[in-house]
């Protein structure tokens, strides 16, 4: 399967301003871009990548005051595979998880397992270990908030979510995160492209979600509590604790978002090919 993704965004600065972008596709998935146009600025301005300490591109550029676009566009070979399921997985003993993924364990900025610890071992103290235990976890947060555009708050943590019992797709994530690592399962994370492909189309798209990743059985796992199905062609950009280390961007100073268009859609062998002659 092919799948064309990019984006658009405006930003305003009032000054010149460092700016942090995490928007290029993970490294994992560098050897599967079969057509790549690197991000382009208007006004141009230079800018470099570098991998930050979780293992994502990092775009880094400064932006001049005003008005300034960037905008990318790509083809990836995906294997048109849902989300596995593994339903036997188990859990790996506290004492056998890897020390780099000790950290995905403790609660962080958004995920307040202090917090939500007690709540976590009554809601699923008792259902099975595994694989069960974190579907149970995305059934609740599930069921339990309701998603919402409108919805949308960047400072809203996953004890604030459970609370009010609504929010976006990060807040679904960094819930599910949480009562993970209460769980002593270790959760991290993720964001990227996601387009409708194999559902019925949204009629409110947003080709740009969150996830979530658990380590089981030796390996990280894909899980989606908000819509809770396996869902194909998620094309991961950056992982992380929370949304803090994974923004979409990060000034150094005051800016606007004035514009954010993204795309996510399949295309043929011979949209490919059409694609490659106009832009050669």
């Not at 609660?107 to 270990?129: H, M, Q, V």
């Amino acid at each position: 399967m092919l799948i064309r993704y990019g984006y658009e965004l405006s930003f305003n600065c009032p000054q010149p301003t460092l700016m942090l972008c995490l928007l290029d596709a993970h490294p994992e998935r560098s050897q599967e871009i079969r057509y790549e146009v690197a991000p382009s600025f208007h006004p141009p301005v230079a800018s470099i990548i570098y991998t930050d300490s979780f293992g994502n591109y990092v775009r880094k550029f400064i932006a001049p005051p005003g008005d300034i676009m960037m905008t990318a566009d790509a083809v990836i070979e995906d294997s048109g595979l849902p989300d596995p399921l593994v339903l036997d997985a188990q859990e790996v003993p506290l004492e056998d998880v890897p020390n780099d993924y000790l950290i995905f364990l403790l609660g962080s900025r958004y995920c307040e397992t202090d917090k939500l610890n007690n709540i976590a071992w009554d809601l699923f103290g008792s259902t099975p270990r595994g694989w069960q235990r974190v579907q149970a976890i995305c059934d609740f947060v599930c069921d339990h908030l309701t998603f919402g555009y409108e919805y949308a708050r960047a400072t809203r943590t996953a004890f604030e979510a459970f609370e009010e019992r609504r929010g976006v797709c990060r807040d679904f994530a960094h819930l599910a995160v949480t009562f993970c690592r209460c769980m002593n399962i270790p959760a991290r994370y993720a964001n990227g492209f996601l387009g409708d492909i194999g559902v019925p189309p949204d009629p409110a798209p947003m080709d740009y979600n969150a996830w979530f990743e658990v380590f089981l059985d030796g390996r990280w796992f894909t899980f989606d509590a908000r819509h809770n199905i396996p869902r194909i062609g998620r094309i991961t950009v950056a992982r992380g604790r929370d949304a803090t280390d994974i923004p979409l961007a990060t000034s150094f100073g005051p800016h606007q978002l004035t514009r954010f268009k993204v795309w996510t859609e399949e295309v043929t062998e011979e949209d490919l090919q059409q694609i490659l002659r106009r832009s050669a």
